[in-house]
């Protein structure tokens, strides 16, 4: 039987420590047979999921884009963007068996020793783009989140081969590779609806001049109700390509203040919009708040891509968008900054955007 919380740790510091600064991260609490939830990981009443709250009734829409030259397509991807800022693509020719080896490179980086995920904490770690780290930015939470995660921060090839855990290393780089066919077509089909014609040079850096990968590990939880596997909030990219596994628990912000769940659908990528699309679209396409639970029976793992603009950029509405006189919601912000604004508090909504407003 394993060791109960009360028999390994003294106080809340030796849990900090234990969980942060030594390496084993929630999964290593959660592995420990807890029989309770340590205080620090209690949510407020406000930030729990209730299930008065939720609708079952209603979905994100799930877009077929095997055949990119039919125009419903364009349409369905774009009125998603606008309605929801989330939708769900089938036939998008990223293989299955690339999704599939993800997925299991990810459980293979968590089944790591703590010694050697340790190596990839901020202060230990060979590079401030490789990040192995739990809950969101722990300095600035009031209640931590559930969550592990190793993030990885794309600059090249070599980089990502030098310094990457070789676990998972492969099979990353070739989802990311996969994917990003299907990130410039649903770019263009977007662009286009905002009379933005061509992405050349300058856009592309504007929309995808950087590119950022979490591995996300969600362990089972002994009290999920009390906690939350991520916080409201909005992503910061131009779009979020999402890969989840078969154990569901995304929510995203429905209408009437519900929220409304993003079930798993075998072979299926979830597409969302980020701030900065929703800035540079002067708020046509939405940038959505969405969370995640936290899961009594099963360890649940996700595999976001953010495609983001480059961090030395300025990002505002796009001339094109404002052309007919629309005026502009949004100033032109420095998008590091953006970013920097958005990590320095704890998950909170929708507020970050507000940095940008006029």
């Given at each position: 039987m394993a060791p109960t919380l009360a028999v390994s740790f003294n106080d809340s510091s030796e849990i900090t420590d234990f969980v942060l600064k030594k390496g084993n991260g929630v999964k290593g609490l959660s592995e420990m047979g807890l029989d309770s939830l340590?205080?620090?990981?209690?949510?407020?009443?406000?930030?729990?999921?209730?299930?008065?709250?939720?609708?079952?009734?209603?979905?994100?829409?799930?877009?077929?884009?095997?055949?990119?030259?039919?125009?419903?397509?364009a349409e369905a991807i774009c009125?998603?963007?606008e309605k929801w800022g989330f939708f769900q693509i089938i036939n998008h020719g990223v293989p299955i068996e690339v999704l599939e080896n993800v997925k299991e490179a990810?459980?293979?980086?968590?089944?790591?020793?703590?010694?050697?995920?340790?190596?990839?904490?901020?202060e230990l770690s060979p590079s401030n783009n490789v990040r192995f780290g739990t809950s969101f930015s722990p300095e600035a939470e009031k209640a931590l989140e559930w969550k592990d995660y190793l993030s990885l921060f794309y600059v090249s090839e070599d980089e990502a081969s030098a310094l990457w855990p070789s676990v998972c290393r492969d099979q990353v780089l070739e989802y990311m590779k996969r994917s990003e066919i299907v990130v410039r077509k649903l770019l263009d089909v977007l662009m286009k609806n905002l009379n933005v014609t061509e992405i050349d040079e300058t856009k592309e850096s504007l929309l995808m001049g950087s590119k950022r990968i979490n591995l996300n590990y969600y362990p089972i939880c002994p009290n999920p109700e009390l906690t939350v596997g991520v916080g409201r909030h909005s992503d910061v990219s131009t779009l979020t390509v999402l890969l989840q596994d078969d154990i569901g628990g995304l929510y995203v912000r429905g209408n009437n203040d519900s929220w409304v769940h993003v079930p798993p659908v075998n072979g299926s990528i979830v597409i969302?919009?980020?701030?900065?699309?929703?800035?540079?679209?002067?708020?046509?396409?939405?940038?959505?708040?969405?969370?995640?639970?936290?899961?009594g029976s099963n360890n649940r793992i996700s595999v976001p891509i953010f495609i983001n603009p480059a961090p030395s950029e300025k990002i505002s509405p796009f001339p094109e968008v404002l052309a007919s006189g629309e005026k502009a919601v949004y100033k032109e912000v420095l998008y590091s900054d953006y970013v920097r604004h958005f990590f320095q508090k704890a998950h909170d909504g929708k507020t970050t955007i507000e940095f940008a407003k006029i």
């Amino acid at each position: 039987m394993a060791p109960t919380l009360a028999v390994s740790f003294n106080d809340s510091s030796e849990i900090t420590d234990f969980v942060l600064k030594k390496g084993n991260g929630v999964k290593g609490l959660s592995e420990m047979g807890l029989d309770s939830l340590p205080e620090q990981y209690i949510q407020p009443l406000e930030e729990r999921m209730c299930d008065t709250k939720t609708m079952s009734q209603e979905s994100v829409p799930l877009i077929d884009i095997s055949k990119w030259d039919d125009p419903g397509v364009a349409e369905a991807i774009c009125e998603a963007a606008e309605k929801w800022g989330f939708f769900q693509i089938i036939n998008h020719g990223v293989p299955i068996e690339v999704l599939e080896n993800v997925k299991e490179a990810t459980h293979l980086f968590f089944g790591l020793s703590a010694e050697e995920k340790r190596k990839y904490l901020k202060e230990l770690s060979p590079s401030n783009n490789v990040r192995f780290g739990t809950s969101f930015s722990p300095e600035a939470e009031k209640a931590l989140e559930w969550k592990d995660y190793l993030s990885l921060f794309y600059v090249s090839e070599d980089e990502a081969s030098a310094l990457w855990p070789s676990v998972c290393r492969d099979q990353v780089l070739e989802y990311m590779k996969r994917s990003e066919i299907v990130v410039r077509k649903l770019l263009d089909v977007l662009m286009k609806n905002l009379n933005v014609t061509e992405i050349d040079e300058t856009k592309e850096s504007l929309l995808m001049g950087s590119k950022r990968i979490n591995l996300n590990y969600y362990p089972i939880c002994p009290n999920p109700e009390l906690t939350v596997g991520v916080g409201r909030h909005s992503d910061v990219s131009t779009l979020t390509v999402l890969l989840q596994d078969d154990i569901g628990g995304l929510y995203v912000r429905g209408n009437n203040d519900s929220w409304v769940h993003v079930p798993p659908v075998n072979g299926s990528i979830v597409i969302n919009v980020g701030d900065a699309l929703q800035i540079m679209s002067n708020g046509r396409y939405k940038s959505i708040e969405h969370r995640v639970i936290a899961n009594g029976s099963n360890n649940r793992i996700s595999v976001p891509i953010f495609i983001n603009p480059a961090p030395s950029e300025k990002i505002s509405p796009f001339p094109e968008v404002l052309a007919s006189g629309e005026k502009a919601v949004y100033k032109e912000v420095l998008y590091s900054d953006y970013v920097r604004h958005f990590f320095q508090k704890a998950h909170d909504g929708k507020t970050t955007i507000e940095f940008a407003k006029i």
